[in-house]
């Protein structure tokens, strides 16, 4: 086991949108800790800080390539605890981890049994190798607040999260768990699906009207994408998720869980008391088309606001124009940049930018384009957790796409308290 020594000193750095930071009751910091990928690790964090006390951290982590994997999951572990250290916050300040693997079903039943699983936190684990050669990468979401922050165990795939009188709902690891036979991509995503519905109906939701958020992982994507959106829309159209109401922000993306015959697995977010006027959907028809018109079903982004902020989830978004066509196919970087101005837009779209962004996680079809890719975003981006993993998209043509979530400041009293 190596020694994990001390964690290098972080240095602040001041996000900013374009003319507002100024005038905002809200700080926007990021840590970045250490930038070395050979021999440290590489450890980002960003922090949102509300004028009602209320903070929002999100942690990157990835452990170096030169160690096996228990001494990774270890190095992860303690340099997260250092990073809370550093941070000043407390273990139950943690909300969602997810754990990106290289190989889930040899290395999954070991971080189940680590110290980055609990049952206070929500977890997803999934096959999605870490760029360019680790075995585990971990994004961890917490928040801290004067308030109590309430935590609840529904099942082993639903944790409940009750602040300021608003429950959160977060759904990790959900599949078919097919141990045996092979469904087919459409019929596992309808019981995934159908999983979910349950559990918020249990606290009286609906997916409809309560989920905002979804990361699809579909194995073997080339083939089975189409199963799996197919089998979403059927069942989105007896939800009551149409194109005349809205659908939900979403990835669907290339990846796994640890049951071989799966092909499909999902993590959700749900906003359980949602008031009328808090929940706004993104996009900018001048750079993007709506996702129907190419006969899929998710939201570009979703946009819920409260008080003295809103959150922008920004769905997938690949090398796209707004008559649905791939742009610059063969050419990565083009595309990488097509992909942020789509972003840039979204987020303009709901009263946000770049420089509102949280976290940035990049999918890549080769990992060739690793090197490439990653020095683009880190130069544009200096001190934002960004996470690169191995994920090819829906279409063999879109070499990379992008997600993120970001946080602006909102002055609408009104609205509940985050």
Known sequence: MMSMG???????????????WSCEPVSLQSQPVHDSVTRDGIIHSRSFRGNAGSAEHFISIKAPAFLNFADQVAFVYERYRQTQTHLGLAPETAVFRRIFLSDVLNQAVFVRESELVDDYTAVSVVQ???LPASKIEMLAYHIESPDPVAKHRLSPRHLLIRKNNQRHLWSTRLCTCDDETTISSETQTRRIFNELIAALARQGATLRDHCVRTWIYIKGIDVFYRGMADGRRELFAAEGLTPSTHYIASTGIEGACSHRHDLVAMDAYSHLDLVPGQVSYLNDFDW?????????????????????RAHCFISGT????KAGEIVHPGDVL????????????LLRSGSAALGDLMYLIAYLRDPADFARVDAHLRNRFPGLPIILVQGAVCRPAWLVEIEGVAIAGNNEPALPPF
Do not use: K, W
């Open 6 to 20: 001390t964690l290098p000193s972080m240095t602040n750095f001041q996000g900013h949108g374009p003319g507002r």
């Open 318 to 321: 690949a090398s796209i124009d």
């Open 128 to 130: 999605q190798p870490p």
């Open 288 to 308: 993007l088309c709506a996702t129907q018109d190419y006969n899929v079903t998710f939201e570009r982004g979703t946009r819920v606001a409260y008080a003295d």
């Open 334 to 345: 083009l595309q990488l940049e097509r992909a942020l101005g789509n972003m840039e837009a």
